[in-house]
């Protein structure tokens, strides 16, 4: 398991061990600096995984050593690399737990997520249910001419994570701000706005859906809505919700997408609109993923079942309710 100092790491890593799993672990700062260490069989410490070389024959290693049969990346850098190099460690005995190839490489691009999410919504017959879920307009940051955007704004990566490279720009004279710290004043011919995207700034709460789906289109939806954040987007203080409307959505979805296993979508729910806005598909466990457990559905235990080849089973449904929570201190001595 990888990146076992994030936000889902302390809930993971006690499914996995109940379901009976051997849990190593790694992550890519020292032992003593990441508290999750002390619960996994045995810790490596990771090198950084854009450097790909190096990163990779690190797995390859941890995998001959310990005779590992599935890994589990818990961050969005981690699942794309290891999606490039597939190849190099899958084997019949070996398999990373995500998503296809072909997917995952769909629900890293937001722009292509976007579509995707579009032609769900336009294939649903019921008006009413179409007008509840909508994607946000979402251009090409190089394609668009700046002088005629309506303000506010938001400039963000197309396979961003984590709020990472992300912009909001209120008014036109914070364009140079955003695009001083985008582009590179030293190349003339500088192309990072063709990885950028441009969408009107939508105000309201973060919704993230935990999805689990299994090969046979079997599919689980549990809502939550994020009351407090920290900045790079993990949730501390949630509401734990049901709604049959962005639910039954949030499966079209999935089956289109063909996701296998647990993700998460996110949403912003349109302040005074009550309308969901798409915004993204995190191809791993939440941040969040302690709370859905909490509210009584086992997608842990559920995706790993899905990954050694079963149906995901009865996962039960949500409690609905308020959660928060807490940090607690740890002797690392």
């Not at 963000?156 to 955003?178: C, I, M, T, W």
């Not at 729910?269 to 509210?295: D, L």
């Amino acid at each position: 398991m990888t990146a076992i100092g994030s936000f889902a790491a302390d809930t993971v890593i006690r499914e996995l061990k109940e379901a009976g799993y051997r849990v190593i672990g790694s992550d890519i700062y020292d032992p003593k600096w990441v508290a999750a260490s002390q619960d996994v069989e045995a810790f490596y410490q990771a090198p950084l995984a854009k450097d790909e070389k190096k990163y990779i024959d690190f797995i390859k290693d941890i995998v001959a050593k310990e005779h590992v049969t599935r890994i589990v990346p818990l961050i969005d850098v981690e699942v794309d690399v290891l999606n490039r190099h597939r190849a190099e460690i899958e084997t019949d005995a070996v398999r990373i737990c995500m998503s296809d190839e072909e997917v995952i490489t769909t629900l890293r691009d937001k722009l292509l997520m976007t579509k995707l999410v579009a032609g769900v919504i336009s294939s649903i017959d019921d008006p009413d249910m179409k007008g509840q879920v909508r994607t946000i307009p979402t251009e090409k940051a190089s394609e668009i001419d700046f002088e005629h955007v309506s303000y506010p704004v938001v400039l963000k990566p197309v396979d961003g994570r984590s709020s990472s490279g992300l912009y909001r720009v209120y008014q036109e004279d914070q364009l140079g701000f955003a695009f001083s710290n985008i582009m590179d004043p030293t190349k003339l011919n500088d192309t990072a706005l063709d990885n950028y995207l441009v969408q009107p700034l939508i105000k309201g709460n973060v919704i993230t859906v935990d999805i689990v789906r299994d090969r046979e289109g079997h599919v689980s939806a549990t809502p939550r809505e994020e009351l407090l954040r920290t900045a790079n987007g993990a949730g501390l203080s949630v509401r734990v919700f049901r709604d049959p409307v962005l639910e039954d959505i949030c499966k079209r979805i999935a089956d289109r997408a063909g996701i296998v296993g647990c993700v998460n979508f996110e949403f912003i729910h349109g302040a005074g609109s009550g309308v969901y806005y798409f915004i993204e598909c995190n191809p791993r466990y939440s941040g969040g993923v302690a709370f859905t457990e909490m509210a009584g559905v086992h997608v842990v235990k559920a995706s790993m079942r899905i990954f050694d080849g079963e149906s995901m089973g009865d996962i039960g449904d949500p409690r609905e309710g308020y959660m928060t929570r807490k940090y607690l201190e740890i002797s690392m001595s």
